[in-house]
């Protein structure tokens, strides 16, 4: 073990510069008896970080939330939310504690315990969090960094040694998250319940470490609101490309940054179906694949009623802004989706017609129950010189295979996509569900890393596959098939 002589580089702070409301300051709750099961080294260095503090004990001590560095005091952050449409005035980080930020080269990165005690927002909760829903967050946060998808990341995970109270009693453990910033809309409407000095100085703040190119802009909150929806527009597309259902878009657990936050029921989808649902507690639907855009504008609409007050002193002129800026957002979600997904099916020109093709393409994945991935895998390596045959066995008959084909390829004459392009699409590989259950089961009920550190290891290159992976890229058999998602918190 190196000695913990090197300074710990999580050594600021700038969320202890917004008005105290915002935050409260609070240690973690010590554990019994912490180790360090997995650590992103590869993150690490993509953060230019040296690796020896975060393998020392002085590390493990701060990192389990053992030991505080006392010049710079972690903090719990407040926001209010939408939780499924329904207004609740104060959530908060009921089991996360901000550490501070690493300086990186890229700008200063968030580091957050998360299931690291109790906080003044933790209600009635425990303030921890299962092994089980650690590893899943790591594995699927850094699943999403490998389809180059924006997200929260993982630094790591530490088990506790303490014991979880859940339907059964369950290891604990704390994910050492990382983000550009965990500032969410629910951010911004605890800032409005306080007042207008509350949003300028939460909307300043964002302004000024995650939109710094909008310094010298003459309407800067303005361009806050349009340059989120722009971000969020950009996600929700590449999720929905890669076929990623987040679960719970509640207003709380949407980032400002637009990356991917708080991963728990989501999943990838299998088989394609527009209206599909993970999440057991999603009873209406809400946040179904094909209707994330809607949420995020719904949400991005909520975070605009917020800044009402920084864009005009007269109410009926700022909603007549608001209105404008949140006009783009279906646009350019459009615009990402569809470009997104010509790219995928190989027809990068002529957009009317190909788009028109591109939704029949759903309606066929849909109507024939084919796998997602497969099939536009499938696609890629049938243009890249393989048989049409796998591509054509996945669909339910002959007819409509060879007439999907058929007209494909007449467009495809035309306006061909290379084999490559197709390729920065179509990932080979996605994290799906049976695998990932299965890896969970075996390090929480085994004791065995492998199979998730396997697993984990394929989805940091997901848009190749090397042999000895291709049973990664198997959907599931009829009894493996993940049919629902729990938030296992
Ligand atoms: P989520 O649905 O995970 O976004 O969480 C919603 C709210 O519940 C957030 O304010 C969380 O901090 C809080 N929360 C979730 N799990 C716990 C827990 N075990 N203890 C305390 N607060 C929690
Ligand atoms: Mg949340």
Request: aromatic fraction near 8%; glycine fraction near 6%; charge should be negative.
């Amino acid at each position: 073990m190196p000695s913990g002589d090197v300074l710990n580089p999580i050594s600021t702070n700038h969320y202890r510069q917004l008005p105290e409301a915002l935050f409260s300051l609070g240690n973690p709750e010590p554990v019994s008896a912490p180790a360090l099961q997995l650590l992103n080294k590869p993150l690490l260095d993509e953060y230019a970080q040296d690796h020896k503090w975060f393998e020392s004990n002085a590390g493990l001590a701060v990192l389990s939330g053992n030991a505080v560095n006392a010049a710079n005091p972690p903090i719990a952050m407040a926001y209010a939310g939408h939780q499924f449409g329904q207004r609740v005035p104060l959530l908060g980080d009921g089991r996360a504690h901000m550490l501070g930020q690493l300086q990186t080269k890229t700008g200063a990165i968030d580091v957050q315990l998360k299931g690291s005690g109790r906080t003044q927002y933790s209600r009635g909760g425990d303030g921890r969090a299962t092994l089980s829903s650690v590893l899943r967050e790591h594995l699927i946060s850094e699943a999403m960094a490998g389809l180059n998808i924006p997200s929260t990341r993982s630094l790591g995970v530490i088990t506790t040694g303490e014991t979880v109270y859940r339907e059964t009693p369950e290891p604990g453990a704390v994910l050492i998250r990382t983000a550009r910033s965990h500032i969410r809309v629910g951010s911004f409407q605890h800032a409005a319940n306080l007042g207008d000095d509350a949003v300028k100085a939460l909307a300043d703040h964002l302004l000024k470490y995650s939109y710094p190119e909008l310094t010298d802009s003459a309407a800067p909150y303005t361009d806050l609101l349009l340059s989120a929806c722009n971000r969020q527009a950009d996600l929700i597309s590449q999720w929905m490309l890669c076929g990623f259902i987040h679960g719970v878009m509640n207003t709380d657990n949407m980032s400002l940054v637009g990356e991917t936050i708080d991963f728990g029921p989501c999943a990838f989808m299998d088989t394609f179906k527009a209206d599909k649902v993970f999440s057991s507690i999603d009873r209406q639907g809400r946040y179904a694949w094909a209707k994330q855009p809607g949420i995020a504008l719904w949400n991005l609409s909520r975070f605009a009623e917020t800044l009402l007050p920084l864009f005009d002193n007269d109410n009926d002129t700022a909603i007549g802004i608001a209105e404008r800026q949140l006009s783009s957002f279906m646009p350019a979600f459009q615009t990402a989706f569809y470009s997104g997904l010509r790219q995928k099916i190989g027809l990068i020109n002529e957009p009317h017609t190909a788009n028109a093709f591109a939704d029949r393409t759903l309606s066929v994945l849909g109507q024939h129950a084919i796998d997602m991935t497969v099939f536009f895998d499938a696609l890629t390596r049938h243009v890249s010189g393989e048989s049409e045959t796998p591509l054509l066995d996945l669909f339910n008959n002959k007819a409509d295979a060879i007439e999907w084909l058929s007209d494909w390829r007449a467009l495809h004459n035309n306006n061909p996509g290379t084999a490559d392009t197709m390729r920065r699409a179509n990932p080979a590989l996605i994290a799906r569900n049976h695998r990932v259950e299965a890896a969970l089961l075996a390090a929480t009920n085994n004791n065995d890393l492998k199979p998730l550190l396997r697993l984990s290891e394929a989805l940091r290159t997901p848009y190749q596959c090397s042999t000895e992976n291709r049973d990664l890229q198997q959907p599931p058999l009829p009894d493996e098939i993940v049919k629902e998602t729990f938030c296992g918190t």
